[in-house]
C-alpha cells in the first residue's frame, strides 16, 4: 500500500505540470476569472474531462493484488484495475464549473475508464459520473450562498468523493473478496494522494485569480492616476490646448505609440508616431476613426488597412478608437496608436476602455460645472437688478425738487447719480470689481442722501489703503449702508454714524459696516441673510442677495455674520478670501478716514 503512494504522486506531478504549463496562456487564464458563459463552461467540462482521460491513461494498473509497472494504459486485463487521479479534476471541475461542467467531465472521464476495460470498470465509471455530479451541484450551492471554493473544503469533498468511490467498488465490483483486497491497497493511497493533488490544484487557481486581481487592481490605478493628471486640462473643455497636454500625458503613462483626440469633425491634438501628418485642425485621416464617428462604438484595427491612413507610409498599424460621450451624446474619439501591432494587447485594450469612460465622465462633470456656473452668472445678474429701484425714484425727486432752488446742487447730484448707477451697469457686467469702485459707489450714494437729509448721517471709512485694488463681488457695502439708513434710525433725532472699516487677516477681506442705531430685534437677526424678510419699507432682499452672491462665488469659503443688540446698533461682517494674492504684502497697519 505505501509502495503505491510515491508512484501515484509522480501521476500527480503529470496532472498539476499539464496545468501549470496551461496555467501561462491567457486563454487557460480567462476561464478562472470570472462568471461563465456556456461556451466556457463547454471548455471547462472538455479540459477537466481531459485531465481524466490523461489519468485514466497514466494510472497504475493493480493485477491480482500486485502493483505493475508503470506503463501506458490503452487496455486493462479482466482482472485487473487501475488506480489513478481522475476523480481529482472532475471534482474541482464540478466545483468551479457547476453541474455542467462537473457531470460533463465525469461523463467524459467516466466512460473512457470504462473502455479500458478490468474488473473495477462499471464502478468506476459510474463514481466518477457521481463524482462530478455532486462536486458540480455543491459547488453551485456555495456560490448561491455567496461563499467561496476555498482549498480546504475542495481537498474534503476531493477526498469525501474518493472514499465514496472505494465504497462503490466494494458494493459493485465482483468477486467481493478480489474488490477488498483491491480497496485495501488502493484505498488509503488514493483518498490522500487525490487530496493532495486538489490542494496543488487549487493553489496554482487560487494564483491565477490572484495575479487577475492584483493586475486589474493596478490597471485600475494607473487610469486614475491618469484621470487625475489629466482633470484640469477636461476642465477647460475640448480645445485643441487641453487637448494637446491630455495626449501627452497618455503617450508618458501608456504604452502607445501616438495619441490623438478629436471632435465631430476635426483632429484637436496628435501626439507621437505620425504626427506630420496627422495635424491638429485637419479633418481625420483615417477611415478607422471616420467610422467611430458614425457608428459611435469602439473600434480596433490591428492591421495597418484596417487602420486605413490615406498616407501609404504612415507607420502606425495598430490602434484603438474610442468615442468620447457627453449624457450619451458624442462629442469626440481618443485615439491610442501603435507601431507594433502586438503592444495593443488585452491589458492595453482594457486600460483604454476604462480611460474612456472616466473620460466622458470628466467631461460630463465639467460641462455640468459650466452649466452651474452659468446659471449661478444669471441668478447673481438678476439679484443685482432688484437692489435699487426705489432709490432712483427717491433720488429723482429730491433732484426736481433742487432744480427750482439750487440748480447748481441739482447739477452735482445729476452727476453723482449718474456715476453711482454707471457704477451698478458695470458691476452687473463683471463678477468680481476693485473695492475703490465699490467705494466710489457708497461714496455716490452717500450724497444722495445726504442731500436728502442733511446733516443727519456721518460715515467713518477705516481702509487700509494697500487694498484698494483687490477685488470683490460688486454691491457689497452700498446695500449694508443702505440698510443701516433706512432700519438703524427711523425717526431718530441723534445723529447716525456709520462706520465702514476693511482691513485684511490671513489672507482674507474683513469687511466691516457698524451702525449706532437702534439695533436689530434677535428673532429677525436669525434669518436675515437666508431668506427674504418683509419690511414696511421693502421686501427685505437686500442682505439675502449679499449672502446669496457670496455663496454663489465662493462658496462655504465666505461668510456673512451679523450681530446686533436691540438700541446699541448693529455689525455686519464679511468674509471672503482674497482675489489678488500679493496685495496683503504690503503694509498693512496704515488706515484712513474720510
Known amino acids: ?118 474488473f473495477t470498470a462499471f464502478s468506476c465509471a459510474i463514481s466518477t459520473i457521481l463524482a462530478g455530479t455532486v462536486a458540480g451541484y455543491l459547488g453551485k450551492v456555495r456560490k448561491q450562498k455567496k461563499k467561496k471554493i476555498t482549498s480546504t473544503f475542495a481537498v474534503t469533498v476531493g477526498m469525501a468523493l474518493e472514499t465514496v468511490q472505494m465504497l462503490i467498488i466494494l458494493v459493485t465490483a465482483k468477486p467481493f473478496e478480489q474488490a477488498w483486497q483491491l480497496v485495501q491497497i488502493i484505498g488509503l493511497p488514493m483518498i490522500f494522494v487525490n487530496g493532495f493533488g486538489t490542494l496543488l490544484f487549487m493553489f496554482m487557481i487560487q494564483s491565477i485569480k490572484r495575479d487577475h486581481e492584483r493586475t486589474r487592481a493596478n490597471q485600475t490605478n494607473h487610469a486614475f492616476y491618469i484621470a487625475e493628471q489629466t482633470l484640469p486640462f477636461f476642465r477647460e473643455g475640448l480645445n485643441t490646448n487641453s487637448c494637446k497636454e491630455i495626449s501627452k500625458i497618455m503617450l508618458k503613462l501608456t504604452d502607445a505609440d501616438a495619441v490623438a483626440i478629436t471632435d465631430h469633425q476635426k483632429i484637436l491634438s496628435h501626439v507621437g508616431a505620425a504626427s506630420d501628418h496627422h495635424i491638429p485642425l485637419a479633418k481625420p485621416e483615417t477611415l478607422l476613426t471616420k467610422r467611430v464617428l458614425e457608428y459611435r462604438k469602439i473600434l480596433v484595427a490591428r492591421t495597418k488597412a484596417e487602420i486605413s491612413c490615406i498616407h501609404s507610409n504612415c507607420p502606425l498599424e495598430a490602434a484603438i478608437v474610442l468615442p468620447l460621450k457627453v449624457k450619451n451624446n458624442m462629442v469626440g474619439t481618443l485615439k491610442m496608436y501603435y507601431t507594433d501591432p502586438e503592444k495593443l494587447n488585452q491589458v492595453q485594450q482594457q486600460l483604454a476602455e476604462g480611460l474612456a469612460n472616466l473620460f466622458s465622465t470628466q467631461l460630463e462633470l465639467a460641462e455640468a460645472e459650466r452649466q452651474t456656473k452659468l446659471l449661478k452668472d444669471a441668478e447673481i445678474k438678476a439679484l443685482q437688478a432688484q437692489i435699487h429701484p426705489h432709490f432712483l425714484f427717491n433720488s429723482i425727486n429730491t433732484i426736481s425738487v433742487l432744480c427750482r432752488t439750487d440748480a447748481d446742487k441739482a447739477r452735482k447730484l445729476l452727476l453723482e447719480l449718474s456715476s453711482f448707477f454707471r457704477g451698478n451697469l458695470q458691476g452687473a457686467r463683471q463678477m468680481l470689481i476693485p473695492l475703490e469702485k465699490d467705494l466710489e459707489n457708497v461714496k455716490a450714494y452717500i450724497s444722495l442722501e445726504q442731500t436728502r437729509f442733511p446733516n443727519k448721517y456721518q460715515i467713518d471709512y477705516l481702509i487700509e489703503p494697500n487694498l484698494k485694488k483687490v477685488l470683490i463681488p460688486p454691491f457689497m457695502l452700498q446695500p449694508l449702508v443702505e440698510n443701516a439708513i433706512h432700519y438703524g434710525f427711523p425717526g431718530s433725532k441723534n445723529r447716525g454714524i456709520i462706520q465702514i472699516r476693511i482691513f485684511s487677516e490671513n489672507s482674507r477681506l474683513i469687511i466691516i459696516v457698524k451702525d449706532n442705531g437702534i439695533g436689530i430685534p434677535n428673532d429677525k437677526i436669525d434669518v436675515l441673510g437666508k431668506k427674504i424678510v418683509s419690511s414696511k419699507k421693502g421686501n427685505g432682499t437686500a442682505i439675502f442677495n449679499i449672502n446669496e452672491r457670496l455663496k454663489g462665488i465662493y462658496g462655504s469659503q465666505a461668510s456673512l455674520v451679523i450681530k446686533s443688540q436691540v438700541g446699541n446698533g448693529t455689525n455686519i461682517t464679511i468674509s471672503i478670501p482674497s482675489e489678488n494674492k500679493g496685495v496683503f504684502d504690503q503694509d498693512a497697519n496704515s488706515v484712513y478716514s474720510g
Open 1 to 118: 500500500m505505501f509502495y503505491l503512494v510515491p508512484i501515484m504522486l509522480e501521476k500527480v506531478g503529470i496532472i498539476v505540470i499539464v496545468a501549470y504549463v496551461l496555467s501561462q496562456m491567457n486563454s487557460f487564464r480567462q476561464l478562472f476569472q470570472h462568471e461563465h458563459k456556456t461556451s466556457e463552461k463547454v471548455m471547462l467540462l472538455l479540459l477537466f474531462g481531459a485531465f481524466g482521460v490523461i489519468s485514466n491513461y497514466t494510472g497504475i494498473e493493480i493485477h491480482h493484488n500486485i502493483i505493475n509497472k508503470a506503463e501506458w494504459n490503452y487496455e486493462l486485463d479482466s482482472e485487473s484495475a487501475l488506480a489513478n487521479t481522475r476523480v481529482m479534476g472532475v471534482v474541482i471541475g464540478g466545483l468551479l464549473g457547476g453541474p455542467m461542467v462537473g457531470i460533463g467531465a465525469g461523463m467524459i472521464a467516466g466512460v473512457h475508464r470504462y473502455t479500458l476495460g478490468g
